[in-house]
């Protein structure tokens, strides 16, 4: 089973400030990674897919990037809505589309 | 529009059955992958069992033997089936669909709670 690992597992920032994420993969996973967005009581909500692909309506200011087994989110400019916790999801191998444990990005 | 809306959710005993169903709208259903996925209280997220558009089915290992995936395409309807509950499987389980080009999960439904306990 391919295990994702995500850092920090807390970040605390101001709105306006970049956010940055990570998630690393314990086997190479090509560009098959995906960050998912997750407010309380909510479903998550895909964001970016095979790594640095904006999924449909998502704002520009969510970017990734990376491939093989490092990764990053990044969020240019805070806006208050973003405050929530992020997962990565690995789809290497389907359908064992593994998840990472999460970063809660939370207001500072 | 997409729609998937659980259903079947509630509080069962150790050793226990439930069938959870999820109804789908807004898609031709029988042409996509479909997935559950589960989430325990202030946890992560845990894929538990997916089935494509053949009705071939899938399972981790926490699950496998225990867990059944089924689908009804005429009634626009995926189930689970769940034998054999344990306390750890208490989550809110969510349906997803899995993209046509991509496979991620662009639509979700709202999720059911399931909790097991005596």
């Known amino acids: 089973e391919i295990v994702l690992t995500q850092s920090p597992a807390t970040l605390s920032l101001s709105p306006g400030e970049r956010a940055t994420l990570s998630c690393r993969a314990s086997q190479s996973v090509s560009s098959y990674l995906a960050w998912y967005q997750q407010k309380p009581g909510q479903a998550p909500r895909l964001l970016i897919y095979?790594?640095?692909n904006r999924a449909t309506g998502i704002p520009a200011r969510f970017s990734g990037s990376g491939s093989g087994t490092d990764f990053t989110l990044t969020i240019s400019s805070l806006e208050p809505e973003d405050f929530a916790v992020y997962y990565c999801?690995?789809?290497?191998?389907?359908?064992?589309?593994?998840f990472g444990q999460g970063t809660k990005l939370e207001i500072k | 529009e997409v729609q998937l809306v659980e259903s079947g959710g509630g509080l069962v005993q150790p050793g226990g059955s439930l069938r959870l169903s999820c109804a789908a709208s807004g898609f031709t259903f029988s042409s996509y992958d479909m997935h559950w996925v589960r989430q325990a209280t202030g946890k992560g997220l845990e894929w538990v069992s997916a089935?494509?558009?053949?009705?071939?089915?899938y399972y981790p290992g926490s699950v496998k033997g225990r867990f059944t995936i089924s689908r009804e395409n005429a009634k626009n309807s995926l189930y689970l089936q769940m034998n054999s509950l344990r306390a750890g499987d208490t989550a809110v389980y969510y349906c997803?669909?899995?993209?046509?080009?991509?496979?991620?999960?662009?639509?979700w439904g709202q999720g059911t709670l399931v909790t097991v306990s005596s």
């Open positions: 089935i494509g558009t053949a009705g071939d089915t």
């Open positions: 997803a669909r899995g993209d046509i080009l991509t496979g991620y999960y662009s639509y």
């Open positions: 999801q690995q789809r290497s191998n389907w359908p064992s589309y593994t």
């Open positions: 095979d790594a640095s």
